[in-house]
């Protein structure tokens, strides 16, 4: 074959011989190519060679997989032309040592385990190990890195919870304080409301507020963040439910410290007539709920000691054991239409929440015949927190479950609920709560683990109003990472989770927002030693 190329480089002419012209099978004798065609194939094919042997390169460095330049080409690039992902060039034997089980005794006591990645990577340098060695190594150090991390997270979950169903010592102190207040000041034991304004107790065209709790000093919290930020606080009554023990040191702090023009009722449980004649459905179910926990649950040392179950199932079974889940206080909001039969209307109030904002608006709120204006918690800018199906809160593996309710429906929140009495009491909302706590009773606490709001969910099924989220903002007593600007323009915020604002465990940048309507120089609260952190 001669190649011609002009003087002027414009034209180059193949002209082959005669085993190459029955070769390719085509007449190129006078055919002229143009030298920019020339051009651009011979970078193409310079391009293909610095290719293939950069690939030939590399597989001759992955080690055992040697090949020839054509051969690599066609491995590495034949997959992906037809679609298919390339084999990986992890050797077999890692894969195997790292499936292979390791108990928890075959680490015990040793000391050749690497602690860090900076240790086992000198060692492997140092001891030049192979596929096997190295797989072995890393394996032994993961597990024992995992089984240290499963052991703190325990311990952390089972601090959290000793501290957040503790009473703190200031607390105790301040109730204490008060009761004795109550026993020998007669100003402390004033009645809540006087004589003249009792009948507002039971007039509809006040806006009526109402509030469980044993807590004095996040009572007040609540009650005071509430009539301060009132446009009308001459228009509120604010009913306070309280338990037995706490009557007193609560009637006192009300007497000493009033909300005028706000009307405050300091009631106990014990009070009520209805609470007082027969049978009470509520604690029935609670005195078998605790018999229940106590022989299923095992209390804390055996939920801590399962080495089977994931840290976050184990402490979702210790925050089921919280006092709190099976306080009266948190039961009672089931059986508002008998605790208060002629109002009509109510805002239902936790005591761990801080109302930033006028309230009045939630009257004007058309429920359009619901029973329950709630906010939804399936929507949101924060997944952590608003992200609750019911499949967050009801075990769908029991056929109770599954085949009555929807696992993707979305969940509501306790907190602040707007209850529409009238419309409550034509249905069987309460009665359908009690078959419920009697139903997962009778399956061992297997329908739900956590609290009040799962046989809530069920009761309130196809009541629930929703209501704007700016009305309720969750999830400041478990997310850390909580927006400040977005907590401050939220209508209430609620400290929902193990965090409580009054105990030491609360978020430092979080706290602020409750404890600034805390009277700290107040003699009660100085002589208890509560400071503002």
């Known amino acids: 074959m001669q190649l011609h190329i002009s003087p002027s480089l414009r034209h180059v002419t193949v002209l082959p011989g005669k085993g ?6 085509v007449k190129v004798g006078s055919r002229r190519l143009s030298y920019r065609m020339l051009f651009y194939a011979l970078l193409f094919f310079t391009f293909l060679l610095r290719f293939v042997f950069v690939l030939s390169t590399v597989d001759t460095i992955d080690g055992d997989n040697k090949c020839s330049t054509i051969g690599c080409l066609g491995k590495r690039l034949g997959p992906r ?12 034997v890692i894969y195997k040592v790292l499936q292979e089980p390791i108990s928890k005794d075959e680490l015990r006591g040793r000391s050749d385990i690497p602690q860090t990645l900076e240790e086992f990577m000198s060692e492997i340098k140092e001891s030049k190990s192979d596929a096997k060695t190295f797989a072995i190594k890393l394996r032994e150090m993961v597990t024992l890195m995992e089984q240290r991390t499963r052991t703190a997270k325990i311990q952390e979950y089972l601090y959290r919870h000793v501290a957040s169903s503790s009473i703190p010592k200031q607390l105790h102190c301040l ?91 300091v009631k106990a449980l014990h009070h009520f ?24 649950r095992g209390g804390t040392s055996a939920i801590v000691a399962n080495n089977t179950e994931k840290p976050i199932v184990i402490a979702a079974k210790l925050q089921a054991l ?51 204006g709630a906010v939804e918690t399936c929507r949101g800018g924060d997944k952590f927190v608003m992200s609750k199906k019911l499949k967050s809160y009801l075990n769908f593996s029991h056929p109770l ?34 078959y419920w706590l009697e139903q997962n009773l009778k399956s061992d606490l297997s329908l739900w683990q956590l609290g009040t709001l799962p046989p809530g ?3 309130f099924h196809g009541h629930v109003h929703v209501i704007d989220p700016f009305w309720h903002m969750l999830g400041l007593g478990y997310q850390e990472n909580t927006s400040i600007a977005d907590a401050e323009s939220a209508g209430v915020v609620h400290f929902n989770g193990r965090a409580k604002p009054w105990l030491d465990i609360a978020f430092p940048q979080l706290r602020p927002l409750w404890s600034k309507y805390i009277n700290f120089s107040d003699k009660f609260i100085k002589g208890c030693h509560i400071r503002a952190y």
């Not at 039961?331 to 208060?340: A, Q």
Request: proline share 6%; hydrophobic share 45%; aromatic share 10%.
């Open 273 to 296: 007539d209805w609470f007082s004649k027969g049978k009470v459905p509520v604690l029935e179910a609670m005195e078998k709920d605790q018999q229940v926990r106590s022989q299923f």
């Open 175 to 265: 109730a204490l304080r008060l009761a004795n207040e109550h026993s020998t000041n007669a100003a402390a034991r004033l009645q809540l409301p006087s004589a003249e304004l009792v009948p507002a107790l039971v007039d509809n065209s006040y806006f009526h507020f109402v509030l469980a709790s044993d807590n004095v000093l996040a009572t007040s919290v609540v009650a005071t963040s509430l009539v301060k930020n009132s446009l009308r606080p001459e228009n509120i009554v604010l009913h306070i439910i309280t338990d037995r023990k706490t009557y007193y040191p609560m009637q006192a702090w009300f007497s000493l410290h009033p909300l005028t023009p706000a009307i405050i009722e």
């Open 20 to 25: 190459v012209r029955e070769f390719i099978k």
């Open 457 to 459: 969910l069920i009761a």
């Open 81 to 92: 032309i037809l679609g298919r992902r390339p084999e990986s060039n992890v050797p077999e």
């Open 401 to 434: 479950i599954s085949s009555n309710f929807n696992p993707d429906e979305c969940a509501w929140a306790y907190g602040m609920n707007v209850f529409d009495l009238k419309a409550w009491k034509k249905t069987n909302i309460s009665l359908t709560y009690h």
């Open 322 to 372: 919280s006092p709190k889940y099976n306080s009266l206080m948190n039961h009672i909001r089931i059986n508002l239409p008998e605790l208060f039969p002629s109002l009509s209307k109510i805002v239902f109030l936790d005591d761990d929440i801080v109302i930033q904002t006028d309230l009045s608006p939630l009257w004007d709120i058309d429920m359009n015949g619901k029973v329950n």
